[in-house]
């Protein structure tokens, strides 16, 4: 009886252990690591195919995640012009500043502020129109936000990549170590169910 009780417990237990190593050694070790007897070399998925990795995760996020021409329509609105033609003032107002004596400058701030304003957000809502598709188009075929998205991959350290992944798939890892315990469990219950009517 004792030996029908343990075998879905030890089953339980191989299932979640295989899965905590096989998790594991998605990232361990870290570096290759010979063993000369089996003539077998072990190295983690990620640290091992990190550059491949990174390149497949760019590429899918310029062509399909987040495609440059969807980018730009997302920022070529009303509210972004204004955003930059406010930025792009305030520069211009600080050299001016700088530049320029007070007595000449303060008389003339609020309709000069509001004049260049109005012109440069008319002229970036110009520059949108004009070189948006065709700059989206260059962009997209250089495959720009691609090769950031995976210069950013390659050059994280693997313990980083580690806690990052850990940290955004934390739940869902724990639930397949679970899954693989429950698994074991299960499997160990018709074991013993098959050798207690044998």
Request: contains cysteine; aromatic residues 6%.
């Amino acid at each position: 009886m004792l030996k029908l009780i343990s075998m879905p417990i030890v089953s339980a237990l191989i299932g979640w252990g295989t899965n905590v190593v096989a998790i594991r050694m998605l990232f361990w070790p870290a570096k290759p690591v010979r063993i000369a007897l089996l003539n077998v070399e072990l190295y983690g998925a990620l640290p091992k195919r990190q550059k491949e990795i990174a390149r497949s995760i760019g590429e899918i996020v310029n062509n399909e995640l987040l495609p440059v021409e969807s980018l730009m329509d997302a920022i070529n609105t009303k509210e972004m012009h204004q955003h930059l033609a406010h930025l792009i003032c305030s520069n211009i107002e600080s050299k001016l500043e700088r530049f320029l004596p007070r007595f000449l400058h303060q008389p003339t701030r609020g309709v000069f502020d509001n004049l260049l304003v109005d012109v440069v957000t008319r002229e970036i809502a110009d520059l949108f129109t004009r070189l948006g598709k065709d700059l989206a188009a260059d962009l997209q075929a250089k495959g720009l936000l691609g090769k950031l998205v995976e210069e950013k991959i390659s050059s994280y350290d693997i313990s980083g990549l580690e806690a990052l992944i850990l940290q955004v798939a934390h739940t869902e890892l724990r639930y397949i170590e679970l899954a693989g315990g429950a698994l074991g469990f299960i499997i160990g219950l018709v074991q013993a169910a098959i050798v207690y009517w044998l």
